[in-house]
């Protein structure tokens, strides 16, 4: 029930990661993800997003960060909620973080690579630079599944010629004392972690958002 609530809040109002950081009028980094992104288990300041939204206000950027993500959201939710979202906030990027939930319930891997691929081409085709977010599942789901969803990634990656951040939790997810106790969603000392893996990717991207913009 609490799923159904957060997805139905969702489709009503998609808020911003710090509010009063930028003017109403900045260009928009949208991100669009799941309980990794939401701040799933602590303060929704301390999450990744909100530490995003800091770092490109105290540089410089003069963009404004909306996350849309939602926690325990699938490539199937994702892909019926990703109309409205780039209706409604016309990013100049999109952080696509999506795909956990579909790995840790074994859903086949045809039908979530088809979801990200449409969410891909979706994004695309409104002139909007995408930045995957890569993710991996623990090994106890077998090697042939874990290896054909970290491949996923990559391969959406070079066939839509996107930028990709292999791994989201990359020098996290192996280290307790970054992660909450349930070893799937990062600690609130993790996250700044989280934020040094998306930035290196990120930043090209916010300098060539204008080519994409302008494009079209």
């Not at 159904?4 to 009028?25: D, H, K, N, T, Y």
């Not at 990709?164 to 799937?184: E, I, S, T, Y």
């Amino acid at each position: 029930m609490s799923r159904v609530i957060g997805i139905l809040l969702a489709w009503l109002v998609i808020v911003p990661a710090a509010a009063g950081a930028a003017p109403s009028q900045a260009p928009v980094v949208l991100v669009f993800g799941d309980s990794l992104s939401a701040g799933y288990g602590i303060r929704v300041e301390q999450g990744w997003v909100s530490l995003l939204a800091q770092k490109i206000e105290h540089e410089g950027y003069g963009f404004r960060v909306v996350n849309a993500s939602v926690s325990g959201e699938t490539t199937d939710g994702g892909l019926a909620r990703l109309p409205r979202a780039l209706a409604v906030q016309k990013p100049r990027i999109v952080l696509l973080e999506l795909g956990a939930n579909d790995g840790l319930r074994g859903l086949p891997l045809a039908g979530t690579r088809d979801n990200l691929d449409q969410m891909i081409a979706l994004i695309q085709s409104q002139h909007i630079a995408v930045l995957l977010l890569g993710l991996r599942l623990p090994p106890n789901y077998g090697e042939r599944y874990t290896g054909g969803f970290m491949r996923m990634y990559q391969e959406l990656a070079a066939g839509h010629h996107i930028a990709l951040l292999p791994f989201l939790l990359d020098n996290v997810a192996l280290h307790a004392d970054l992660m909450q106790a349930d070893g799937l969603h990062p600690n609130e000392k993790g996250q700044p972690s989280l934020l040094d893996n998306v930035w290196p990717r990120l930043l090209p991207l916010l300098g060539e958002s204008k080519r994409w913009k302008n494009s079209g």
